[in-house]
């Protein structure tokens, strides 16, 4: 379907199903089709493919000028983009929110959606007549359920309000996502399928995620059938906001898309395509609550595991997606673009074309000088700053992002969070030396960062002040779902067997639990290192050479000159410029090798 990326190839941008988990009437009642979501795209771990759909907001244009095709209201079909990329430009902001109101209520007319169609040969005609497009789902669809009017059209199905007739689900209103097999061309299509129902179905229990109940198949079509969400999306609350959300409302919206996401996070399910239009609410109520639909482009990762396909919708995608080397943290980079258009009204990233969106994504800086900004708080600039980070290893989690000062609620239950066990696991199996420049580094840290650290300690239920393995063990296998078991997050303890043996207090707890990553994001973290750095020089500096140096670093030879400035002459040890590049680690790369 797609094609690698290259410097020569043409890069095959293909399409999503219909992006309605539950029903929007607000969508047929403004005369707006619903979007392409993606039930049917192609998101498999190691496939050339790419989907992408742009955001219903534009930028505004000189009169008489067409909009681009990236700037379509609604959702913008797939296209073919070259790369690389074409020159930088700056980023832009929201078109007039009024316009966009009196297009999404049909009052401004628009440019036609539609798909491109992909060139089909005779071989691969042959194929798709080949595959098997048989699920295994019941096939009593219609004995079950009557279909009602539809709520919503993608490029691959529809979703139509239906209504069961028997069983459990008699007399309910319900949203059926109805996915046609005529459009499974490829076998990647239908297990793009097959996966979203698997992840809907594995999830279960957040009061923030959309209920699944049946799958069912005929002949024709695919079959999903979901809680019915009446409520309309987040966009249109946006929009009829006049574009943005007041500080405190906007803090109950992004609570509420953490809360979600982190419990994905901790089964293994990564998104990979949040944005305001998959966000539902209940019911039209103002307080209603909101609901993450659209599994379509979510995967299952297992831990440290990279995904390398490039999906999502454009304004929201991260700059490692772009990169071909992700895993959770780029959902948090989505949520940062949602919160910014939250607090101001406008994209952070913004391009004429897709392919300048992602340029913009790559190297341009959110604007933060701009009004609203300077009356915005700064804790909420704070927020939005360390997720919008273009490195994915100094970005909050999800759980973190939840205990920040700008959101922090001592009422509020804080969840688990599966990046602390990848720490500590990385913790457990580290050298001595790397262990004793942890420890120093946990006693420089904040008071925010301990409040975060003291809640994940008391998730794991310790005994007498101590926590063994046996303490991680109980506190996943308490949060289990199938789809942590699908994803192998399980897996993670076996890694961490050196805990077997042994306790770990709150404060050695705190060593393997932080990230020097992150903390180098803070701004006292020249103060943080310095203390830091004092305490690990008293307590756990020791002369080493060179070569062992790179031996607990795992480099190579070629990196010894530059590890002769980290030891100083006068005593063998690490230098303070030693200590910070030890604790964050580097990469030599030979001098022929360049980034693609």
């Avoid at 493919?49 to 907001?57: D, E, G, K, N």
């Avoid at 979510?298 to 080397?325: C, K, M, W």
């Avoid at 602390?420 to 262990?435: D, E, G």
């Avoid at 590049?581 to 090798?593: C, D, E, M, P, Y």
Wanted: positive net charge; proline residues 7%; contains cysteine.
């Amino acid at each position: 379907m797609g094609h690698c990326c290259s410097k020569q190839a043409s890069v095959s941008v293909v399409n999503n199903t219909d992006h309605l988990a539950a029903g929007d009437q607000s969508s047929t009642s403004h005369g707006l089709p619903a979007g392409p979501g993606a039930g049917g795209s192609h998101s498999g771990k190691n496939t050339p493919a790419y989907s992408f759909t742009a955001s219903p907001f534009q930028s505004p244009l000189p009169a008489g000028v067409a909009p681009s095709p990236a700037r379509t209201p609604g959702r913008t079909p797939g296209r073919k983009f070259r790369w690389p990329l074409p020159p930088p430009s700056p980023a832009k902001p929201i078109m007039p929110i009024m316009a966009a109101l009196l297009r999404r209520q049909g009052k401004a007319p628009r440019p036609k959606d539609g798909p491109i169609p992909e060139e089909q040969n005779g071989e691969e005609g042959e194929r798709e007549r080949a595959l098997d497009k048989s699920f295994g789902y019941a096939k009593n669809f219609g004995a079950k359920f009557e279909v009602g009017k539809e709520v919503g059209r993608g490029h691959f199905g529809h979703t139509c309000w239906a209504k069961g007739k028997k069983g459990e689900l008699k007399g309910q209103p319900v949203a059926v996502k109805i996915i046609s097999k005529a459009k499974m061309t490829t076998a990647i299509s239908i297990e793009d399928v097959r996966r979203e129902v698997k992840i809907l179905k594995a999830l279960s229990g957040h009061k923030n995620l959309v209920k699944f109940y049946d799958a069912f198949e005929d002949a024709n079509n695919v079959y999903i059938v979901m809680e019915l969400c009446e409520g309309g999306e987040l966009l249109d609350r946006i929009l009829s906001r006049g574009g943005r959300y007041k500080e405190e409302d906007a803090k109950n919206i992004v609570v509420q898309i953490l809360s979600v996401v982190a419990f994905c996070h901790l089964q293994g399910v990564v998104h990979r395509d949040l944005k305001p239009e998959n966000f539902l609410f209940t019911t039209r109520d103002e307080d209603a609550p909101m609901k993450v639909i659209d599994f379509g482009l979510s995967d299952f990762t297992q831990p440290d595991q990279r995904l390398n396909d490039i999906v999502g919708s454009a304004y929201y995608v991260a700059p490692e997606v772009l990169h071909r080397s992700y895993s959770m943290e780029a959902d948090l980079w989505s949520i940062g673009v949602i919160t910014y258009i939250l607090l101001c009204g406008s994209r952070p990233f913004w391009a004429r074309t897709e392919s300048g969106i992602f340029r913009s994504v790559l190297r341009a800086d959110p604007n933060f000088d701009d009004s609203p900004w300077p009356e915005v708080s700064p804790e909420a600039k704070d927020f939005v700053k360390r997720l919008l980070n273009k490195d994915h290893r100094k970005r909050m989690t999800a759980v973190q992002a939840l205990t920040h000062p700008w959101l922090r609620d001592e009422s509020r239950p804080v969840p688990l969070d599966i990046s602390m066990y990848k720490l500590v696991k990385s913790y457990v199996r580290a050298t001595p030396l790397k262990r004793a420049a942890q420890k120093a580094l946990s006693k420089a840290i904040t008071e925010d960062g301990l409040i975060y650290l003291q809640a994940q300690f008391r998730l794991l239920d310790p005994k007498h002040g101590y926590v063994t393995l046996e303490n991680f063990k109980t506190a996943l296998t308490r949060n289990a779902t199938d789809a942590m078991r699908e994803s192998r997050v399980p897996d993670i303890l076996k890694l961490m067997e050196p805990l077997a043996y042994k306790k770990m207090d709150f404060e050695e707890f705190c060593a393997a639990a932080i990230s020097p990553h992150q903390l180098e994001t803070l701004e006292g973290w020249e103060n943080i290192a310095n203390t830091a750095f004092e305490y690990f020089d008293r307590e756990g500096n020791r002369a080493i050479s060179v070569e062992e140096l790179a031996q607990e670093m795992n480099l190579g030879p070629t990196a010894y000159p530059l590890l002769n400035d980290w030891i100083r002459s006068s005593d063998g040890k690490l230098s303070f410029l030693g200590y910070t590049k030890f604790l964050h680690g580097v990469t030599i790369r030979s001098s022929n090798s360049r980034h693609r």
